[in-house]
Every structure is written in structure tokens, then in C-alpha cells.
């Protein structure tokens, strides 16, 4: 398996741009979750979805982010309009319910610089 | 909902030495438990687990670690570290009782100083 794919690997824009980030599960998994990690802050929770549906989005900062995923092997993180604090490696895992034991696969993440 | 405390935020340690990482979590209830490395510009990979069992845990690189209920601790251990092992690790907890979320200490920046 290819493990978890992230697109594209490195971003820069300029404030005031959309910026789409991409993600591809594992084969089989059926539960994603987004990351943000900062020097400041660490790793963040934003979004995870159980077989497509957003159960907690209670880490999306505001509603400049968005996310969604249309099917079992895609998902999208939105940002629009960009801001130079929303610099940041984001990560994609995944994982497969059973029995909530199991662990996440992580991407490489997507470098976003706003400049 | 689970909070994880890893105590120190940088440990430097010279090569061929032994190494602690120390990590407790909020919950006394029974909890999966985790440890990831990344390594410069790369995503995070999965050390060891416990799940349930035997309380000391065999993970990839030489890496070992302990359950300990009554002190809500999962110390990562390594008897003689490389070069290699400057990374840095995160403890995580999974609540059975939450589904699959994951809550990560904040990271050990572990630099192994020749």
C-alpha cells in the first residue's frame, strides 16, 4: 500500500488566496483525520470523519477552514481567504474503526506558507 | 475528554547512552496508548502500543515502554541511543469510550549528541 498521500507536498500563497489541501486514506480505512502542527501550538486536531461524515469539527479554527469528503478516498482542507497565521505543516492519518484500538496512519503533511 | 503531558520538551543525551522520555495521561479509566517519532520534514510513525496485556511494550528501533495504571504514566525507554534517534516523539491516548480520536502530548525533542 502507498500509505496515506498528501498533496501537494509544499504550498506558498499570498494572504487573501484559497488554498485546497488534498488527501487519499489508506484502502480500507474508513476514518480521517486532519492535523495542524505549529511551533506554537503543536499538533491540532481539526476534523475527523467516521466512513465520510464529520463527527467532531470543534478544532477548525474558524470558518475560513473548511473540509469535506466526498468519498471514501478523498478528502479536502479548505482555506479561504489564507492568512500569514495559517502557515503550517498540515497532516492527514487514517485509520480503521475496530474497536477504536487501532492506530493512525499519518501523511507526509503539506508545508502551507501565506505570505 | 483525555489530556497528555509529556514533562520535558527537549532532552539532549550523548550517544550510546540510555534515554527516558516521560509521558502521563488525565484518565484512570482503561485507555489505549501510543508513541510516534518523526523525524525532520516527515509525518508521524507509529513507535510501539499498548493495548492491553503484558504493561511493557516492544516498539521498532529498540524502543520499550511501561504501562502504569496506578500512575497514569507510559514512559518511553531506549538502554543505548544512535545518531538516529533525534526525533521528536508523541505520546498519544485513545479513549475506547470516544471512537477513534486520538489526544497527543505536546512532543519530546529528543537531540543525540555525538
Known amino acids: 500500500d502507498a500509505g496515506v498521500i498528501q498533496s501537494p507536498r509544499h504550498e506558498v500563497t499570498e494572504m487573501g488566496q484559497e488554498v485546497t489541501l488534498r488527501c487519499k486514506p489508506i484502502?480500507?480505512?474508513?476514518?480521517l483525520f486532519w492535523y495542524r502542527q505549529t511551533m506554537m501550538r503543536g499538533l491540532e486536531l481539526l476534523i475527523y470523519f467516521n466512513n465520510n461524515v464529520p463527527i467532531d469539527d470543534s478544532g477548525m479554527p474558524e470558518d475560513r477552514f473548511s473540509a469535506k469528503m466526498p468519498n471514501a478516498s478523498f478528502s479536502t482542507l479548505k482555506i479561504q481567504p489564507s492568512e500569514p497565521r495559517d502557515s503550517a505543516v498540515y497532516f492527514c492519518?487514517?485509520?480503521?474503526?475496530?474497536?477504536?484500538?487501532?492506530?493512525?496512519?499519518f501523511g507526509p503533511g503539506t508545508r502551507l506558507t501565506v505570505l | 475528554a483525555q489530556s497528555v503531558t509529556q514533562l520535558d520538551s527537549q532532552v539532549p543525551v550523548f550517544e550510546e547512552a540510555p534515554v527516558e522520555l516521560r509521558c502521563n495521561y488525565s484518565s484512570s479509566v482503561s485507555v489505549y496508548l501510543f508513541w510516534y517519532v518523526q523525524y525532520p520534514n516527515q509525518g508521524l510513525q507509529l513507535l510501539l502500543k499498548y493495548l492491553s496485556g503484558s504493561t511493557l511494550v516492544k516498539g521498532i528501533n529498540g524502543f520499550e515502554a511501561e504501562f502504569n495504571k496506578s500512575q497514569t504514566s507510559f514512559h518511553l525507554r531506549k538502554p543505548s541511543v544512535h545518531i538516529s534517534d533525534t526525533a521528536e516523539y508523541f505520546c498519544a491516548v485513545s479513549d475506547p469510550n470516544t471512537g477513534n480520536q486520538f489526544y497527543f502530548g505536546t512532543g519530546t525533542s529528543l537531540t543525540v549528541i555525538p
Open positions: 484502502s480500507g480505512h474508513n476514518s
Open positions: 492519518a487514517s485509520t480503521k474503526i475496530a474497536g477504536g484500538h487501532n492506530e493512525q496512519f
